[in-house]
């Protein structure tokens, strides 16, 4: 079965195909350049860019397939959460195709799709139940994956997710955006134990996360020390992230007898996260997965493969008005 995924929730306009399990091309064409001088993502600017590149990355997605528009059987578009006039874009493109080839339309759950990252690719050999770990830009989530389909989400962040804050201090040391790759990078040449920082939520119970906090103390060492090298605070505040996240991450598995451990997610393209993820799941033996680099961040694979999941397995066949009938959805959460 040949499935095309769309991908608009924020600033990446992708498009992807997939023979059952297998991709066959992934193509993302991301905004960041446009809004780096803005310092974030410009709502605005962002729809208007999906609607100017969506053709090109659609006839791309098809061509580096083989594959001709009239042999795609299902679909899968990103309906939330996510920005309103973004996600309208890819909908509304999806929702033609759908109308014009007489195929179903699934909306897909962005958090959903990041977490069928893992799927693409290691789906067979470690299936669900499982805990996943979901940082990315817009959010910060411990799920339970029971099965595909069947989330309970046991703790989010009360305000930055994870990404968020990479991007906030990465902006107060002067770099550009999205600032996680470049601070990953410098940290490499920092000492993480340069700078003391807070492990916000560390000792408190449930598995909600907090980062702001953690990025005012960034500030304040700033405005007391403007001349600290940056690597050693790009270090450090990388150091109490990944702290955080991995200490959280193991009371949970814990807390769920689960011994198998799935990281996703934009931010889990971090280096020093998957190094430590990886010491540390190695000591506690608990079997650790993370997509490839290019199925981390935001792309059009990992919404054709919940499409095709959803679709296949029988959790949700749904009618061509059903399909029509779509809409945004920018504050959806899962499980
Ligand atoms: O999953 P994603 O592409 O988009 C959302 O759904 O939000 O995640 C983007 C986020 C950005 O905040 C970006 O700074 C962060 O992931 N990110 C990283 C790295 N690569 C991307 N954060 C830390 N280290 C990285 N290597
Ligand atoms: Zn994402």
């Known amino acids: 079965m ?30 960041a350049k ?26 791309e997605a098809l061509e580096q397939a083989g594959v001709d528009l009239k042999e795609i059987e299902l679909i899968g578009a990103t309906r939330g959460p996510g920005l309103v006039g973004a996600l309208l874009v890819g909908l509304s493109t999806a929702k033609g195709l759908a109308y014009g080839l007489d195929v179903p339309l699934l909306g897909i759950n962005h958090l959903e799709g990041h977490l069928f ?12 139940p499982f805990l ?71 000792e408190e119970p449930g598995f909600d996360f907090s980062f702001a906090g953690l990025k005012t103390a ?7 020390h403007p001349d600290a090298p940056v690597e050693d605070l790009a270090a450090s505040f990388q150091e109490a992230v990944v702290d955080v996240l991995l200490q959280k991450t193991l009371k949970a598995a814990r807390k769920i007898h689960t ?15 998957r190094a ?30 919940a499409a095709y999941v959803r679709f296949t397995q029988g959790l949700e066949i749904p009618s061509p008005e059903e399909s029509l009938r779509l809409s945004p959805q920018p504050g959806l959460t899962l499980g």
């Not at 600033?11 to 993302?28: C, Q």
């Not at 430590?276 to 961040?297: I, K």
Request: charged share 25%.
């Open 2 to 31: 040949y499935v095309l995924g769309i991908e608009t929730s924020c600033d990446e306009t992708a498009a992807a195909v997939l023979r059952g399990r297998r991709v066959l091309s992934n193509v993302v064409y991301s905004q």
């Open 34 to 59: 446009l809004h780096e001088k803005y310092g974030g993502v410009v709502p605005e600017v962002a729809s208007r860019n999906h609607i100017k590149k969506m053709p090109y990355v659609l006839d």
């Open 117 to 128: 990252a893992h799927y693409l690719e290691r789906g067979e050999e470690a299936p669900p």
């Open 132 to 202: 996943a770990l979901l940082v990315s830009g817009g959010h910060t989530l411990l799920v339970h994956v029971k099965a595909w389909g069947s989330y309970e989400t046991l703790g989010t962040t009360r305000d930055d997710a994870a990404g968020e804050a990479f991007d906030k201090v990465g902006k107060l040391l002067g770099v550009g955006y999205p600032a996680g790759p470049q601070i990953d990078r410098l940290a490499r040449e920092g000492d993480p134990r340069a700078v003391e920082l807070p492990r916000p939520m560390l």
């Open 218 to 224: 960034v500030l304040y060492h700033l405005r007391q």
């Open 259 to 273: 011994r198998r451990i799935v990281v996703v997610g934009g931010v889990a393209a971090n280096s020093r996260l």
């Open 276 to 305: 430590r993820f990886r010491e540390e799941c190695q000591r506690h033996n608990y079997e650790l997965h993370f997509p490839s680099l290019a199925l981390c961040t935001d792309n059009a694979a990992m919404i054709a493969a």
